[in-house]
């Protein structure tokens, strides 16, 4: 059974970062195109970063970049997400799931929330 659990959401003021985390299993996490993707509220899923844990390259969506830094641990089989300066904006459910920017993402996890408030 494929699970993806995130975690490491949370309130943070703006321009506070954090580090989101997402645990995989039940498929071949080293040989598997990821992503981070969002949903804020009353808005569909918005793409933000995609790895390929096997060469770790990473690509990210223009309003991040810079700002947000995707990695992996293959050994763990875990997925990062640093997420700094953070904005208003940024306000969402974030969630890690297979495939890459152009998937509609049906596999993923079930999100960890960030909320951007002074």
């Known amino acids: 059974e494929v699970q993806l659990v995130e975690s490491g959401g949370g309130p943070v003021q703006p321009g506070g970062s954090l580090r989101l985390s997402c645990v995989a299993s039940g498929f071949t996490f080293g040989s598997t195109v990821m992503s981070w993707v969002r949903q804020a509220p009353g808005k569909g899923l918005e793409w933000v970063s995609t790895i390929w844990p096997g060469n770790r390259n990473t690509y990210n969506a223009r309003s991040v970049e810079g700002r947000f830094i995707a990695s992996v641990d293959n050994a763990k089989n875990t997925m990062y997400l640093q997420i700094n300066s953070l904005k208003s904006e940024d306000t969402a459910v974030y969630y890690c799931?297979?495939?890459?920017?152009?998937?509609?993402?049906?596999?993923r996890g079930q999100g960890t929330q960030v909320t951007v408030s002074s």
């Open positions: 799931a297979k495939g890459g920017r152009d998937s509609t993402w049906p596999v």
